[in-house]
């Protein structure tokens, strides 16, 4: 069956660094796009950053220049590096494949940005 397993989540000071990582099986990775979405606290799941399999990536304006999505599709794995971490960025962290409510979930990695 199709699993997609986050790691990496924790808390970290503002302007802290954390990187997140997703291990995928059941699926041909290759081919999907790959996204991290987040959600916070009284407030809807939303797209942060998301990688084609030709390997383009976009971002939500909000991460732009701290945030980096990168994919292997050798691992099957997809990673986000977050930079100059924000209270604001404070959510569960959401491995996704294949596009928004139709595709695959992992079960989220909690992200606390705090001092």
């Known amino acids: 069956q199709v699993q997609l397993v986050e790691s990496g989540g924790g808390l970290v000071q503002p302007g802290g660094s954390l990187r997140l990582s997703c291990a995928a099986s059941?699926?041909?990775?290759?081919?999907?796009?790959m996204g991290w979405y987040r959600q916070a606290p009284g407030k809807q799941r939303e797209l942060v950053a998301a990688i084609s399999s030709g390997g383009s990536a976009g971002y939500v304006d909000s991460v732009k220049g701290r945030f980096t999505i990168s994919r292997d599709n050798a691992k099957s794995t997809v990673s986000l590096q977050m930079n100059s971490l924000k209270p604001e960025d404070t959510a569960v962290y959401y491995c996704?494949?294949?596009?928004?409510?139709?595709?695959?979930w992992g079960q989220g990695t909690q992200v606390t940005v705090s001092s």
């Open positions: 996704n494949a294949g596009g928004g409510s139709m595709g695959y």
């Open positions: 059941g699926i041909m990775f290759r081919i999907y796009t």
